[in-house]
DNA sequence: GTCCCTGCAAACTTTTTGCATGAAA
DNA sequence: TTTCATGCAAAAAGTTTGCAGGGAC
């Protein structure tokens, strides 16, 4: 039986293949942006109705820490995941309407900014003796139904 | 009597200035760097013991809508804030560790991520009509404490 | 068989809200 | 004098933790 990318991680880093594990990986795959945990959940329960919260958040945790997952945390009070590397989605950056909270992914100049984010990468892993695993570009404002919506 | 900037727009955007205010602005005044909001409250309960924390969540909150402030979330379950204009403080972006929360600023390629910033927030606000008020870049990743520690 | 992982419930932390009082303009 | 802002307390929202049973290897 063949392993995955994902589950080369998991075994690489000493941990075990379990059914919450997989249930959340599927759901991450299939989803192409930043999902809350409450919403990861939810679609967990619709596959195995006996999965818990908290393993929810012990999993999407375990994902961050081991490089499988991305959190973000776009200032709206609850935490988002995402796949670091999710076919479905090409790597993007945020746009934030601090009002409302909306989400805009953008990839506009991705080539150039991805270019000067790798030069900064590696003379910030350099200079701080940092492992860097991703990193984000958020920016902040008031989307135009709230400008007008005054 | 002299109106401050920030003074200025408090008043134009229709806002009162009153003590809690004054308190708040003149701690991110005289600190360098992204306070959290339990950090701010204990700093003005030194300033004036009856202050509320409410009113400290609720100032730091009319900061942030009317650009006096920037909300900042590094993924440790706080918020945090600091000056968007800080004479103390230049531009930086952030190294974050996704173990221990530690936060590096840096200001390294300063000038060519502010050039390429520029661009991309102008492209940007003409594509999606946004209003932009300020943008983070943060790198994850694992601190060298981190790492030796296992 | 051993040790890791899970589900559940309770606890904890951070942030928000309602409301009566008090202060700014 | 009319609003707007505050302080307090309670509630809400999100996340973490302890623990006993069950499952992966």
Not at 16 to 30: C, F, G, N, Q, S
Not at 55 to 64: E, I, K, N, S
Not at 78 to 102: F, G, Q, S, V
Request: with cysteine.
């Amino acid at each position: 039986m063949l392993t995955t990318w994902w589950q080369n991680r998991l075994f690489g880093a000493g941990y075990r293949l379990t059914a919450p594990r997989e249930i959340v990986i599927d759901i991450l795959i299939e989803t192409d942006n930043h999902l809350s945990v409450e919403d990861i959940y939810v679609k967990a329960l619709k596959i195995n109705p006996s999965i818990g919260l908290a393993t929810v958040y012990r999993t999407l945790d375990l994902f961050a820490q081991i490089g499988i997952a991305q959190k973000f945390d776009f200032g709206d009070g609850k935490a988002r995941y995402e796949l670091t590397d999710n076919p479905k989605k090409d790597h993007h950056h945020h746009l934030i309407c601090i009002r409302c909270k909306a989400i805009i992914d953008y990839s506009d100049f991705m080539k150039e900014e991805l270019r000067l984010m790798d030069k900064t990468q590696a003379a910030l892993s350099q200079k701080h003796q940092f492992k860097i695993m991703h990193h984000t570009i958020h920016f902040y404002g008031i989307c135009e139904k709230c400008r007008k919506s005054h």
